[in-house]
């Protein structure tokens, strides 16, 4: 399985962007396919989840109501749409994806064993 992520970039602050992940190999039977951030001197964090058949989806508090998680059947990507982007958004964004992800874990980084490379967001206030 490979993952790769693209569409970070610069952006001011209200601003917003689409960061895509482009999924290979064995991921028929992904259970969750999620993004994850990472900024400056924090750890890596939860930040959205799609059970990868059945669509549900998952949010963090902190992009609740301003981010939507979804997927391209017919090109098996990814996607994170975020908008009234804020400065504390800025990060490196990372796709991961699992097949042994249950819900009970799906917010953990270490339920994923997939991981894209990440893709730089900045937001400039």
């Known amino acids: 399985v490979q993952l790769q992520a693209s569409g970070g970039g610069a952006v001011e602050a209200g601003g917003s962007l689409r960061l895509s992940c482009a999924a290979s190999?064995?991921?028929?039977?992904?259970?969750?396919m999620a993004w994850f951030r990472q900024a400056p001197g924090k750890e890596r964090e939860f930040v959205s989840a799609l059970k990868w058949n059945g669509g549900t989806t998952y949010y963090a508090d902190s992009v609740k109501g301003r981010a939507t998680i979804s997927r391209n059947n017919a090109k098996d990507t990814l996607y994170l749409h975020m908008n009234a982007l804020r400065s504390e958004d800025t990060a490196v964004y990372y796709c991961?994806?699992?097949?042994?992800?249950?819900?009970?874990?799906?917010?953990?980084?270490?339920?994923?064993?997939?991981w894209g490379q990440g893709t730089q967001v900045t937001v400039s206030s």
């Open positions: 190999g064995r991921t028929f039977d992904f259970r969750y």
């Open positions: 991961a994806g699992s097949h042994t992800v249950i819900q009970s874990n799906l917010r953990s980084q270490f339920a994923y064993n997939y």
